[in-house]
């Protein structure tokens, strides 16, 4: 077997590794600068190519409904009741009371669950760790330590409200007092 | 701990830190059997010869082919693993994610580069089995090898023929519909093949459309969402396993065979 493995390098020794050959085609100074120059193309196109990998993972287009949205004429929200109708797609009650339309974030401040509106308690209750908010948002019960955010809410040109979820407005911060948190009705 | 000796340049102090004996296992290599030890001692330069006969430098000789198709076969990797991100093997999805790599995914051209290095490597594996062919490469002690190449050359084409459905346009879906047709020809397994008529009992056929070969290959009678979906996995994990397996064997062989082939 050892000859086997042999046989073909001990051909081609004979012929390429003469004591002579040694000064012929390729000279030391003359490898590494080839050397350099394909190790730094390789280094450029790999840097490259990890450059474009990068960008790939970030898609242009998102199939995800928009982060702002229309939800009809303030006349069809009814006083003191919870809009449940843009939950599953957008993620928010819109609610209103005596005096204003706002939009409540439906993510649970506790850990992030999604809470149930639960008309007859007239509260949100999560059912994760059963954090519960009133209304307003305000949390009375559970491990939930702030209120439920409240998205931008304002009136476009043509009577409508759009609601912006890009912007939240926290209580604890005090920013429930802004002006574009509500909807004065 | 030792102090640092600042007046050693920083390569070589780099050298003889532990951060750097730990990955690379020895020190900066001083003499030829340091050097060799180095070599052998890195799962990645081990694959490499420790000492490298002066024609394996010569392109000319090698084509640098087998060295090429490996290196196309990586790519396919790198950018079949990132098509995966994007693209869904469903019939409402397949064709319109394809639509969606070149127009909304970033830079709109992996799918480009996977398509291009495909038709590429099927180039460059046949040109390698040509320099082997035409240089005697094939003959003992590397025979084998010549047989490890062979099945190679066939999963690549497997590989080539079950991308081609991924599209799922007409050209795709005919191209395959065609192409698996063949299968109804496999002697005994494929219900038109020879002796597929032999495995009946009485008047009742072992072997037909709904339980031959191709039926096994498409998972159904004909090219459907089941075919794409198994074409799919073939494509992504069961063929590109197959062939890590066998170039691994194909590249010790080289080693064990004497290392490359060079003029005689």
């Known amino acids: 077997m050892s000859e086997n493995k042999q046989a073909p390098r001990a051909a081609v020794g004979s012929s390429t590794t003469s004591p002579g050959s040694d000064n012929n085609d390729i000279r030391r100074r003359g490898f590494f600068r080839w050397l350099a120059l394909g190790w730094l193309a390789f280094a450029a196109a790999t840097g490259g190519f990890f450059i474009v990998i990068i960008r790939f993972l970030y898609p242009n287009v998102l199939f995800e409904p928009p982060q702002t949205f229309k939800i009809g004429f303030p006349d069809e929200f009814s006083p003191n009741s919870v809009d449940t109708r843009f939950k599953k797609k957008h993620n928010a009650w819109v609610v209103r009371d005596d005096e204003s339309i706002f939009a409540l974030s439906t993510t649970c401040t506790h850990l992030g669950c999604t809470p149930n509106w639960l008309l007859t308690e007239n509260k949100f209750k999560c059912p994760c760790h059963g954090s519960g908010f009133r209304i307003t948002g305000i949390n009375f019960e559970g491990p939930a330590p702030r209120p439920l955010e409240r998205f931008k809410i304002g009136l476009l040109d043509d009577g409508q409200i759009l609601v912006d979820k890009t912007k939240s407005y926290k209580w604890e911060k005090g920013e429930w007092e802004n002006k574009d948190s509500f909807l004065k009705v | ?264």
């Open chain 2, 1 to 264: 701990m030792e102090k640092p000796d600042n007046k050693k340049p920083l390569l070589e102090r780099m050298g003889e830190s532990q951060v750097w004996k730990s990955i690379i296992r020895s020190g900066v290599p001083r003499t030829r059997r340091q050097r060799m030890h180095a070599i052998l001692g890195s799962v990645f330069l081990h694959l490499h010869p420790a000492r490298l006969p002066k024609h394996a430098v010569k392109v000319g000789y090698t084509w640098c082919m087998g060295g090429l198709s490996f290196f196309l076969f990586v790519n396919l990797t790198i950018t079949g693993i990132l098509l995966m991100f994007y693209y869904r093997p469903t019939v409402e999805y397949a064709f319109t994610d394809i639509i969606d790599l070149a127009e909304q995914v970033p830079l709109g051209i992996m799918r480009e580069l996977h398509r291009w290095t495909a038709h590429a490597m099927v180039l460059i594996v046949w040109l390698h089995m040509v320099r082997v062919f035409m240089t005697g490469s094939y003959k003992p002690p590397r025979e084998f090898n010549w047989g490890v190449g062979v099945i190679l050359m066939t999963l690549t084409l497997l590989l080539s023929f079950t991308g081609y459905l991924l599209p799922w346009d007409q050209l795709a879906i005919w191209a395959v519909t065609v192409g698996s047709n063949m299968a109804r020809a496999t002697p005994f397994l494929g219900h038109e093949g020879p002796g597929a008529a032999l495995l009946a009992i009485g008047d009742i056929n072992l072997i037909h459309v709904g339980s031959d070969v191709r039926f096994a290959l498409l998972g159904g009678r004909f090219v459907g969402e089941a075919t794409l979906l198994r074409f799919y996995v073939l494509h992504c994990i069961g063929i590109p396993f197959i062939a890590m397996i066998f170039m691994a064997v194909h590249f010790w062989r080289i080693r064990k065979d004497g290392g490359i082939s060079g003029p005689l």
